[in-house]
């Protein structure tokens, strides 16, 4: 993985960086040849840039966008760990390699740990938030709330003009 530095900011992508990040974050299967067209640069040009970006850790990755649902899982959660005196690396982790954990998340607060959970079933839901994450050494207790719907907003990135 690619370090970055405190420098790296989005003050220091230029407008054609930021329009190189937006149109990949909109399609990351653009060829260097179609993204060079849309932000009006030399393909070169473009491969050059957009390999900048992999390297400084702007761009960590391509890949494809998936719908759960499709995938059968059918119910999600946000699952609120409270851990003990433990590594929060190790437990998030062991959390993140949970069938059906999502990602883990430390947060600020009175809690340490947001867990993205989906699941075929409730059952499988319940079972993995009981049997596989309430129950790991380190977890002090667990809080989930089911999602009943979600609107996906804007990916950083997808909008250039808003990183002055």
Known sequence: MTQHSASDTPSDLDRIDRQIVAELSRDARLSMRALAVQVHISRTAA??????????????????????????????????????????????????????????QAVSGDIDII????????????????????????VVSTRSHLILEEIVGRQPGTVPDVWR
């Not at 409270?82 to 999502?102: F, H």
């Not at 867990?115 to 380190?138: C, F, K, W, Y």
Request: proline share 5%; charged share 15%.
């Open 115 to 138: 867990l993205t959970v989906n699941a075929p079933s409730h059952e499988l839901l319940s079972q993995a938030i009981l049997r596989d994450i309430h129950i790991m050494p380190g």
């Open 47 to 104: 491969h050059t840039r957009v390999q900048r970006l992999v390297s400084r850790g702007v761009i960590t990755g391509f890949g494809a966008q998936t719908d759960p649902k499709s995938l059968g899982l059918h119910v999600s959660a946000l699952v609120i760990v409270k851990i003990g005196n433990v590594s929060w690396g190790d437990i998030a982790a062991r959390l993140a390699a949970l069938p059906y954990v999502e990602k883990a």
